[in-house]
């Protein structure tokens, strides 16, 4: 608007169709901390014409709103672009844009129900979804040339260019010899990023262990601290009951948090201290070890994706816009386990339940849960003996020399609610876990289930995220040599 209004003289309505016929807004969260909002005594002294522009455009809005909805000031109220001395930037990116996107079905259906309703009443024609995607060609081709090889022998390399053809790997997952290839392939990986964690963790990784792994950004929403409790769950089992077993399982994490994001620190350090605990106890080192991965980066995630067995997507539902990384472990026949969030219901409805491990809180029922009340998870903790023993082992001295270091987490789960729902999947998390560790007793099975999942990858690659994109929203077409 300003180069528009200032630079190309032109008039404000003729400035205005062009801003709002060029700008389209992708929502890429519904987190309260990420839909900013700027105080105006920051951004008028700082940005004096800009800041003027947004305040003609909220008049202009406004205005616009009372011939609609006349008298109804507390609906005009929640709409406007400045309000309470705030410029709410979602709003005026809705405002200011002709089309506006979530990047997962869920994600898109929360916006125009629960968190943008008010403006998708006014403005339903703008809201629509595109679900994201991942480059195929840098998550598998790069990544994992063994694999992307075996894929190209078995059906063509039709799908370098055209990645929903991967639909032809179908039945592939019915052919011995392909799958004992992919089993190959995907041990020699294992044993490649085995190899590189010996160096930083000091020990020998079991490449013939299940390799568990979360990496992404650690969040509270993202729930690291489900998997950890989990993991201090199994170790309690291990240690107190000699006839529990479970086969071999290496559960690897890499993140990395907001410098000022202490709560999200102290989850990193209570990681290293549980990995710590069991990777030192004879007991249990064998049955199950714990490594994080420092300075989690892309080149390290070209090494994680090819090599995982399990891709953990544990977010609490609604949370989770859509993931990328469930893509990425996707398409190298890693299975997920995960929540009804995100890309992670559209990947269930292509494979189906048997290729899926999901658990856990629906959107709608945490939702409902933050809306209305009646979650208590002070009751989870005092009626489940597995959830009172870990919680308490995070302020009963479990961890020496570390009193009171995790009790920030623990007021977390009991004190303040457990805004995240850990305790409420808790249950049903272990046993996901525990058909995880069922289903991979039989290799065949797995393997089947991971070239299913590889299968139906294409899906999630960008290419189709971008064609979705340049159809509907920018109407353009390819360059034609």
Not at 15 to 33: D, F, G, M, P, Q
Not at 44 to 66: Q, S, V
Not at 195 to 210: E, L, Q, T
Request: hydrophobic share 40%.
């Amino acid at each position: 608007m300003r180069i528009l209004l200032d630079e190309e003289k032109m008039t404000w309505d003729e400035a205005w169709h062009v801003t709002v016929h060029t700008i389209s807004y992708t929502n890429h969260t519904t987190l309260a901390e990420a839909l900013e909002k700027w105080r105006i005594d920051l951004i008028k002294p700082l940005l004096p014409r800009i800041y003027m522009i947004i305040e003609e455009i909220n008049e202009r809005f406004c205005g616009w709103l009372w011939e609609k909805y006349p008298g109804e000031w507390e609906r005009i109220e929640k709409l406007a672009v400045i309000a309470h001395g705030e410029v709410k930037m979602a709003h005026l990116a809705i405002v200011g844009s002709y089309s506006v996107n979530g990047v997962a079905n869920i994600h898109s259906t929360i916006l125009k129900e629960r968190e943008m309703n008010d403006f998708y009443s006014v403005f339903p024609f703008k809201f629509n979804n595109k679900t994201n995607g991942i480059s195929h060609r840098r998550w598998l081709l790069k990544a994992n040339p063994p694999l992307a090889n075996l894929i190209t022998e078995a059906i063509g390399d039709r799908w370098l260019k055209d990645p929903e053809s991967l639909l032809d790997l179908r039945p592939f997952a019915n052919d011995s010899v392909f799958l004992e290839s992919f089993q190959r392939i995907k041990r020699e990986r294992k044993q490649l990023l085995a190899d590189m964690m010996k160096g930083s963790v000091g020990f020998a990784v079991n490449p013939d262990s299940i390799f568990d792994v979360q990496v992404k950004r650690l969040h509270a929403y993202k729930r690291q601290l489900l998997n950890v409790l989990h993991i201090m769950y199994l170790y309690n089992r291990l240690k107190e009951d000699k006839g529990f077993a479970i086969y071999p399982q290496t559960f690897i994490f890499g993140a990395k948090a907001s410098p000022t994001y202490h709560y999200a620190k102290k989850v990193i350090k209570l990681i290293h201290s549980v990995a710590d605990k069991i990777n030192h106890d004879p007991d249990v080192r064998h049955s199950i070890n714990v490594i994080f991965l420092e300075n989690y980066r892309v080149s390290t995630a070209e090494r994680i994706f090819p090599a995982s067995d399990v891709s953990e997507q544990i977010s609490a539902a609604s949370k989770e816009a859509s993931g990328t990384g469930n893509m990425k472990f996707m398409i190298n026949g890693a299975l997920t386990i995960g929540t009804h969030d995100g890309a992670n219901i559209e990947m269930l409805e292509r494979v189906g339940t048997e290729c899926i491990y999901t658990f856990g809180l629906k959107a709608d029922e945490v939702l409902d849960y933050a809306e209305k009340g009646g979650y208590l998870s002070r009751e989870y903790y005092q009626h489940d003996a597995r959830i009172r023993q870990t919680a308490d082992q995070l302020i009963n001295g479990f961890f020496e020399g570390e009193a009171g270091e995790f009790e920030p987490i623990y007021d977390s789960l009991i004190a303040y609610n457990d805004e995240y729902f850990v305790l409420k999947d808790f249950a049903s998390y272990i046993v996901a876990q525990e058909r995880i560790q069922k289903d991979y007793l039989n290799k065949r099975l797995w393997a089947e289930k991971a070239v299913t999942n590889i299968a139906h990858a294409g899906y999630f690659s960008s290419d189709r995220t971008i064609r979705e994109y340049a159809d509907d929203i920018w109407e353009i077409k390819p360059y034609q040599h």
